[in-house]
């Protein structure tokens, strides 16, 4: 008797573990279906102060991503802050916003002292600022980008950790108090930080500071965010950290047929109030990367999408020495 009840209970068992894997699947694919293509029309509603314009003040915004996010924010009704190092181009990128809500602030973000930072955010003190987009990030040095660490100057080393980590990290601190001033919590106004991080934040050869740094902006805004949600003073800011696979921009010239810097933009400013609304501290506005790495998390087995990555970083390691064999 007991014999012929075991594979009866074996096979209600597996069958049982079958369903939920299956529901689980459903539900993460209606969840990615309606998050990615069924967006808001005002997806920054939440932002608007109702008395003044509202601002937002987005760094590295002369050009590439941060240029775009800024076009579709101003779309969105805002004035914004663009902050760069290059005067000439801030002014040209401005031009190109149409608005009479947009202002400039050359600031190296490299290189910004404290008390340089501290005047930088002192003059637009006077600007409702309701939305702070940690965006400058890069390859702070020489061409080629992709190289090992050994072949970095220790004042590279430390380039990418001032341009990457250490000027985000300093500027929220000072731009915090804006977002949470009294006002603004007496009238249930939201404030919004967003971190630009990066699918290379895994660890990656060959880019191992910029994945690091890229790791940082991670770890930072994870933990702000679960900081600013346990105190009632700063619980009306909402921080999300971004992740992105490659995207073309000056910076990825070698991206091709990646998704163009002047798209993601949109699909990071559609893509807030969803992952707010669902209580994500992380998003992933982009529906091919998010596709990609989600796949990557649920079905190939551990250690198969970091094998994928570093051959394609490979690649394009190849093709950069090529690149620097004939400018020599
Ligand atoms: N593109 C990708 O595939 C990709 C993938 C993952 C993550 N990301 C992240 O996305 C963010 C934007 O990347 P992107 O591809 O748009 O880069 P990008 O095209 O190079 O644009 C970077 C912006 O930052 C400005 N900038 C550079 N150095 C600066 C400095 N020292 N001080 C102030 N501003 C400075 C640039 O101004 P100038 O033009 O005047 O130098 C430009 O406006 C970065 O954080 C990057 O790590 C990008």
């Known amino acids: 008797m007991k014999s ?7 096979i209600t068992c597996l069958a049982g573990i079958g369903a939920a894997a299956v529901l689980r699947v459903l539900y993460w694919a209606s969840q990615f279906t309606l998050y990615h293509f069924w967006r808001p029309s ?37 004035g914004v802050v663009l902050l760069g190092h290059l005067p000439d181009e801030l002014e040209s990128a401005a031009k190109s916003l149409n ?60 380039a990418y950790v001032d341009l990457n980590a250490r000027f985000m990290a300093r500027l929220t601190n000072l ?85 163009t810097a002047e798209r993601f933009g949109g699909y990071v400013v559609g893509g807030i109030d969803g992952a707010v609304k669902r209580g994500w501290r992380e998003v992933r506005p982009y529906w091919g990367h998010d596709l990609a790495l989600g796949l990557a998390d649920r079905v190939l087995p551990d250690g198969m ?3 994928f990555a570093r051959e394609e970083l490979r690649l394009k390691k190849e093709r950069w020495d090529a690149i620097m064999a004939k400018r020599r």
């Not at 012929?4 to 074996?10: E, F, N």
């Not at 800024?70 to 969105?76: L, P």
């Not at 600007?127 to 390859?139: A, D, E, K, P």
């Not at 001033?181 to 660890?203: C, D, F, M, P, Q």
């Open 4 to 10: 012929s009840m075991a594979p009866g209970i074996l």
């Open 42 to 78: 005002k997806p920054l509603a939440a932002y608007k102060r109702a008395s003044d314009d509202s601002y937002a003040l987005i760094t590295g915004a002369s050009a590439g991503i941060g240029l775009s996010i800024a076009r579709n924010i101003v779309r969105q009704g805002f």
């Open 99 to 158: 608005s009479p809500l947009v202002r400039t602030l050359v600031v190296n973000a490299r290189t910004a002292t404290p008390e340089e930072l501290e005047t930088a955010v002192e003059s637009i003190s006077d600007l409702n600022i309701s939305i702070l987009v940690n965006n400058v990030g890069g390859f702070p040095m020489a061409d080629p980008p992709l190289r090992p660490l050994s072949t970095l100057s220790t004042a590279e080393v430390d």
């Open 175 to 259: 731009v915090l108090p804006l977002l949470s001033s009294s006002s603004t919590r007496e009238k249930h106004e939201r404030s919004l930080i967003l971190n630009i991080s990066s699918a290379g934040r895994v660890g990656m050869p060959w880019i191992v500071m910029y994945s690091a740094t890229k790791a940082f902006n991670y770890a930072f805004s994870m933990g702000l965010s679960r900081e600013l949600e346990d105190d009632s003073t700063t619980a009306h800011i909402d921080c999300l950290a971004v992740t992105l696979g490659e995207v073309q921009s000056q910076a990825n010239v070698m991206a091709e047929g990646a998704v």
């Open 305 to 307: 999408l970091t094998h």
